[in-house]
C-alpha cells in the first residue's frame, strides 16, 4: 500500500482497537503456581495509547482470554473500552461500534493471528504486529517493524497521530 493511501486511511481513525496477546504482550502465557496470569506490557506502548487518547482519539481492547493483570494496566493508562472473554471478537466489535456510535471506517484495528480477522476486516484500517501470523500481514494496511508486546502498539499509534498532523506536537511536549 501506498505511503499516500495508507495515510488517508489513518486520518480518519477515531477509535483505536487492540487485541491483547501478541499485539500488546509478546504473546507468551506465564502463570504463577497461583494460578494467576502474568503478563509483560512495553512502557513505550503505553505512552502511545496515553497519546491518542490526549488527541481525542479513543482506544479500547478486545481479548479473547480474561486476566486481572489486564484490568490493572488498562487502569493505570485511563483506558475503560476493555472487553476480556470474546472469542467472536466480530460480535464484540459490532457492539462497541453501535455503543460508541462510530463508522468502521473510522476504527483502526491491531491484531495478529486468525482469531482478529472477523473484526479486523470490517475495519477502515489493519495493522498487524511484525511478527504476526503470515496471513494476518499479508491481510494488513500497515505492519509494524517491531513485534508484539516490544513497541508495535507505539508505532500504530504514532501512524495515526502523524496522518492526523498530531505526532510533532506531541512529541515537542516533551522537549
Known amino acids: 500500500m501506498s505511503t499516500h493511501r495508507l495515510s488517508e486511511l489513518a486520518r480518519k481513525i477515531e477509535l483505536a482497537v487492540f487485541d ?3 499485539v ?3 504473546g507468551r502465557l506465564f502463570f504463577a503456581d497461583s494460578g494467576e496470569q502474568i503478563k509483560a506490557f ?3 506502548d503505553g505512552l502511545g495509547l496515553k497519546a491518542l487518547m490526549k488527541c481525542g482519539i ?7 482470554r480474561t486476566s ?3 484490568d490493572r494496566r488498562m487502569s493505570e493508562l485511563g483506558i475503560d473500552r476493555v472487553m476480556q472473554g470474546h472469542q467472536d471478537k466480530a460480535t464484540a466489535l459490532d ?6 456510535s462510530i463508522e468502521p471506517a473510522s476504527v483502526c484495528y491491531t491484531g495478529d493471528d486468525l482469531v482478529d480477522w472477523p473484526a479486523m476486516r470490517r475495519c477502515g484500517l489493519k495493522c498487524a504486529p511484525g511478527d504476526a501470523d503470515q496471513w494476518i500481514r499479508e491481510q494488513a494496511d500497515f505492519i509494524t517493524r517491531n513485534p508484539g508486546g516490544r513497541g508495535a502498539v507505539r508505532e500504530v499509534c504514532e501512524l ?3 496522518a492526523q498532523g498530531r505526532l ?5 511536549g516533551f522537549r
Do not use: F, Q, S
Open 68 to 70: 486481572g493483570a489486564l
Open 42 to 44: 512495553h512502557v513505550r
Open 160 to 162: 495515526i497521530l502523524d
Open 20 to 22: 491483547i496477546d501478541g
Open 58 to 64: 479513543g482506544v479500547a481492547v478486545i481479548t479473547a
Open 24 to 26: 500488546m504482550t509478546d
Open 168 to 172: 510533532a506536537a506531541w512529541r515537542d
Open 95 to 100: 457492539r462497541l461500534l453501535e455503543t460508541e
